[in-house]
């Protein structure tokens, strides 16, 4: 009788203590995976923060794009922003080749084909069918002739467009004066501060403060890799 009690007392302790392991265990368990969950969501939460914020710095470099910015957004740039070789788009505006960019700004905008035609017309023609900058040395292709002047940064200039809009034009003077170059260069290119060009407008002549109030006439570049239909893409990408 009595060696049965013990039996029980032993068997009951033994019971005792393996519910309290295998409870640890379970306790033990629980405690990883909400360190894991907790963990996952924070990851999580990580990456919404990044999706988040390359939105909004596309929304952002869209706005600067459109034209609205804040002063202090804008930095001074170096001439080697706009390195490279350069063709003029107004050669295929003449042939027909951009024709399809202007369908597709008629499509959204408020004129016809035609009517946008005429108004890049008065704007993308020039004489000037090749730029090529190098350094601090800019080449001018006319007429298959090529004037080259060195040219320093004389700072930037806001300006304010009837259209509520802005744009910042980033102007090099040339070092020694000839009267075979332009005593200034100033470029737009929608951007404000340093960055590789993709394409510019480019403004020239010999008087600063005149050449701050041409927005009629804005001579385009865009790489001379670049072939017509390759252009239209670009084009139409913006």
Same mark, same amino acid.
């Given at each position: 009788?009595?060696?049965? =009690?013990?039996?029980? &007392?032993?068997l009951?302790?033994?019971?005792?203590?393996l519910?309290?392991?295998?409870q640890n265990?379970?306790?033990?368990?629980h405690?990883?995976?909400?360190?894991h969950?907790?963990s996952?969501?924070?990851?999580h939460?990580?990456?919404h923060?990044?999706?988040h914020?390359h939105?909004?710095d596309h929304?952002?470099?869209?706005?600067i !794009?459109?034209?609205?910015?804040d002063d202090?957004q804008?930095?001074?740039?170096?001439l080697?922003? @706009?390195?490279?070789?350069?063709?003029s788009? !107004?050669? =295929?505006?003449?042939?027909?080749?951009?024709?399809?960019?202007?369908?597709?700004?008629?499509?959204e905008?408020d004129?016809?084909?035609e009517e946008?035609?005429a108004?890049?017309?008065?704007?993308?023609?020039?004489?000037v069918?090749? +730029? &090529?900058?190098?350094?601090?040395n800019?080449?001018f292709?006319?007429?298959g002739?090529?004037?080259?002047?060195?040219?320093q940064?004389?700072g930037?200039?806001?300006?304010?467009?009837e259209?509520? %809009?802005?744009g910042v034009?980033?102007?090099?003077?040339l070092?020694?004066?000839?009267?075979?170059?332009p005593?200034y +260069?100033q470029f737009?290119?929608?951007? *404000? !501060?340093?960055?590789?060009a993709s394409h510019f407008?480019? !403004? @020239?002549g010999?008087?600063?403060?005149?050449?701050l109030?041409?927005v009629? %006439? @804005?001579?385009?570049y865009?790489?001379?890799a670049?072939?017509?239909?390759? *252009?239209?893409?670009?084009?139409?990408?913006?």
């Amino acid at each position: 009788m009595l060696k049965t =009690y013990r039996q029980k &007392v032993i068997l009951l302790a033994l019971s005792t203590v393996l519910m309290a392991g295998v409870q640890n265990g379970y306790a033990k368990d629980h405690d990883h995976s909400h360190d894991h969950d907790h963990s996952h969501d924070h990851d999580h939460a990580h990456d919404h923060d990044h999706d988040h914020d390359h939105d909004h710095d596309h929304s952002h470099d869209s706005d600067i !794009y459109a034209g609205y910015f804040d002063d202090e957004q804008v930095k001074d740039r170096a001439l080697s922003d @706009w390195e490279g070789e350069w063709q003029s788009v !107004y050669p =295929y505006l003449e042939d027909g080749t951009l024709d399809e960019v202007f369908a597709h700004k008629a499509s959204e905008g408020d004129k016809t084909a035609e009517e946008y035609k005429a108004y890049y017309d008065t704007g993308y023609q020039t004489d000037v069918d090749r +730029i &090529v900058i190098e350094g601090q040395n800019v080449t001018f292709h006319e007429d298959g002739a090529q004037r080259t002047g060195e040219y320093q940064y004389d700072g930037y200039e806001i300006l304010t467009y009837e259209a509520g %809009n802005r744009g910042v034009r980033f102007i090099f003077e040339l070092e020694e004066p000839s009267d075979d170059l332009p005593h200034y +260069i100033q470029f737009s290119d929608h951007s *404000i !501060y340093p960055t590789d060009a993709s394409h510019f407008h480019l !403004y @020239w002549g010999d008087d600063r403060e005149a050449l701050l109030e041409e927005v009629t %006439n @804005w001579p385009t570049y865009y790489p001379s890799a670049l072939d017509g239909d390759e *252009i239209v893409d670009e084009m139409l990408a913006h």
